[in-house]
Every structure is written in C-alpha cells, then in structure tokens.
C-alpha cells in the first residue's frame, strides 16, 4: 500500500484544483491532486468562457499566459438588448477594465499542459476517495489507484471536487448553513460551428424568455435560450433552436449566421452558498462551497478568487502567519456574496418568470423598465461595469 506525505492534498482536478496546486508550486508548496474522472473527461468539460480582467492577470502572473494572450478575445463591453434595441455597455471606457472570452477547457488545458511540464503528481481515476481526520493536525486522504490503495498524509485538505464532490459533505450538518436557491427557468446552451455574428456578448430580454449571444473562438459561436427546467432536449430540434435564437436576437439590419450545431444541453440555474469554507484543516474553494447562476460570468471567476485568497493564506502559514489562513472562509464568503447579488440581479432582471398572465405582464414591463435605467443612466452602468469585470478581493 503506497503511504505519500505532501503540504497540501488537494481533491479535485477541475480548474480551482489544478490552479491552486499551480499557485502552490509557484510559492515553492508541495501539492498532490487526486481526481476521480479521467484527464480526457477533465480537459472535455465545456463550462465558463469570460474571465474578469484580475483573473487575466492572475494566469499571466503565474506563467499561463501564452495562449491566453494569443487566442483570448479581449472584449470592452457588452450589449444589452430589450424591445427589439441593443445597448452596448462600454467597460473600458467606465472604468478602463475589460474581460476576456477563454473557455474553461481552455484553462484547464493550459494547466494540465504546465503540469505535466513540470512533472506535478495528479491521480487521475482515482476511486474510493476519502477524507480522514480533518479536525486533527494530520489529515488523511484515502483513495484507490491502478488497483492499489493509496494513502495521503497532510498539513491540510483542499475541496476542489465541485459541488457533488465528497469535501463538504465530509464537514458535520451542525457546523454548516447551505443556502440554495433554485430558479424556475433553464438554459439550453448549444456550441455551433460557425463564426460569432457579433463582435461582443448580447444578453437579450425578450417576450419569449432570455437569449445570449456568446463565443469560443473566431470560429465557434456559443448561444443559450430561457427554457423550463423540465424541457427534455429531444424535443429541441436544431431547426427550433435557431428560430427561437432569431427571434429572440433578432434587432433591425443585424443578421444571425446559423451553422452546424455540434453541442447542446440543458443546464438548470441555481444560487448555492454554503455558510462556512473552512472546518479544521479542510477548506473548500471553487463549486464546492458555492454556485451562481451563469448570467454574470462569475463561476470560474468565483473560483479563481477562491484560489487567490487560499494561496496567499497558506503561504503565509508556511511563513509562521496564521491570521489570513483563520480569515479564508469568512474574506472568500463575504466577496461570494457579492458576487451572488450581482449574478442575481442580472439573471432577475433578464429572463422571463412564470406566473400568471397579469403579474407576468407586470414583471416584464417592470424589467424593461429596468434595462431602460441601466443602458441611459452612466451610475448604473458604472455599477454593471465594475462588477462585471470583476470586484477587486
């Protein structure tokens, strides 16, 4: 049975794991990652592409940046559409920020590359994992590997497994508050094979529900429409899919391109925050320990500030400083909540909510309304600015 020591174990080979083992190395900690898939179903995941402007300088900063700088689409704004007109919020000249179009896969690509460059000890495909003594001053991980079990003795414990992963729910009930919220709508996203028909993000309210405009590359266009939580995808032909999009996107003397859809799933919204990040010598960054709804870019971004903040404190441990490491969970919650608020305000404020004829005709004139004040009034398109590409930690 093969007994390893490290500083830092660390469950979870999604993006916040591998950038936190990253960052670790960078600060000269020894790190081990266990991860249950595989690497091919890791770099296969297709989740967030806009990174906030710090997030941007923080890969850079740590030496992932070279195809970041080269294939990241660097955007000013955003384009706000309501009653069949499109509104740009103009970032860069608010507040002289921007934000970055890079898939998640991407980063995630550029982390698997760097580590195995610099020869990073990951488990993929580990099996049985779990965690043992977190209370104590030697936490254990226990995990099965190519038929052998393993045994992982640590200064300390990190959940980066993602929302249905085995961290949190390792911290006892009576220690932790989850506050969750579940919206009555779903996206259906899809990636098409075709070049983005617009040079910037849309987020349109219209009367049939949301639709966005995004992209992944100058040849891959990726798009989303409101839908019900309940709609089964098999009932969503391609030719559906893009008359719902053009009707919905759809502004004067502006033409969506449609093309070869490649991908197409239904994700359902949800808000998650669970009350604590931190129990013993367990901490927990990224989906973890909270969720947004993906109208405000914030999911990858959220984790990324995760990683920041538990970087720092553990390299002040190491530098016989405790405070920060003490104040992790209390300094990353209070920026989530934040960020929850922002990801809440945008989703309410542009989809469609069911309910009855009379309140729903209400509710949507009332967001309208809203969207009239945000794209006319330089206030509050300061405010969407500064949180859209990203409150400082």
């Known amino acids: 049975m093969p007994h390893e020591r490290t500083r830092v174990a660390i469950i979870g080979a999604g993006p916040a794991g591998l950038l936190l083992s990253w960052a670790l190395r960078d600060a000269g900690i020894d790190s081990i990652v266990v991860e249950n898939r595989s690497q091919d179903y890791v770099l296969a995941r297709i989740r967030a592409g806009v990174l906030e402007q710090g997030s941007v300088e923080y890969l850079t900063g740590l030496g992932l940046g070279d195809r970041l700088k080269i294939e990241g689409m660097e955007h000013d704004g955003i384009y706000l559409q309501y009653g069949g007109e499109r509104h740009r919020i103009d970032f860069k000249e608010l507040i002289g920020r921007t934000v970055t179009v890079y898939g998640q896969q991407q980063v995630v690509k550029d982390l698997v590359?760097?580590?195995?460059?610099?020869?990073?000890?990951?488990?993929?495909?580990?099996?049985?994992?779990?965690?043992?003594?977190?209370?104590?001053?030697?936490?254990?991980?226990?995990?099965?590997h190519a038929g052998e079990e393993h045994t992982l003795a640590a200064d300390f414990v990190v959940g980066a497994d993602g929302f249905h992963g085995i961290c949190r729910t390792a911290i006892p009930t009576h220690k932790m508050t989850l506050f969750d919220r579940s919206y009555p709508f779903a996206w259906l996203g899809i990636l098409a094979a075709v070049p983005p028909s617009?040079?910037?993000?849309?987020?349109?309210?219209?009367?049939?529900?949301?639709?966005?405009?995004?992209?992944?590359?100058?040849?891959?266009?990726?798009?989303?429409?409101?839908?019900?939580?309940?709609?089964?995808?098999?009932?969503?032909?391609?030719?559906?899919?893009?008359?719902?999009?053009?009707?919905?996107?759809?502004?004067?003397?502006?033409?969506?391109t449609e093309?070869?859809?490649?991908?197409?799933?239904?994700?359902?919204?949800?808000?998650?925050?669970?009350?604590t990040l931190a129990y013993g010598n367990l901490f927990l960054v990224g989906d973890a320990g909270h969720i947004v709804p993906p109208t405000g870019a914030k999911g990858l971004n959220s984790a990324i500030s995760d990683v920041i903040q538990l970087a720092e404190a553990l390299t002040a441990h190491y530098r016989n400083d405790d405070a920060p490491l003490a104040r992790y969970s209390e300094t990353a919650l209070a920026r989530q909540w934040r960020v929850q608020q922002f990801s809440r305000w945008m989703t309410d404020m542009l989809h469609r909510s069911p309910g009855d004829l009379q309140s729903d005709a209400f509710d949507y004139r009332s967001q309208v309304g809203q969207l009239d004040y945000v794209t006319h009034s330089p206030f509050a398109q300061r405010m969407l600015a500064e949180q859209y590409t990203g409150l400082r930690p």
């Open 113 to 144: 590359t760097a580590h195995q460059g610099a020869g990073s000890t990951i488990y993929y495909e580990a099996a049985d994992v779990a965690v043992h003594d977190l209370t104590s001053t030697a936490p254990r991980v226990s995990f099965q």
């Open 198 to 256: 617009t040079d910037e993000l849309i987020y349109a309210l219209h009367e049939d529900g949301f639709a966005m405009h995004s992209m992944r590359s100058p040849e891959v266009s990726r798009l989303y429409i409101q839908v019900d939580p309940a709609e089964d995808i098999a009932h969503w032909s391609d030719a559906r899919i893009w008359e719902a999009l053009q009707l919905r996107l759809g502004v004067p003397g502006w033409t969506l």
């Open 259 to 275: 093309g070869t859809i490649t991908d197409k799933s239904i994700t359902p919204m949800r808000s998650f925050v669970a009350s």
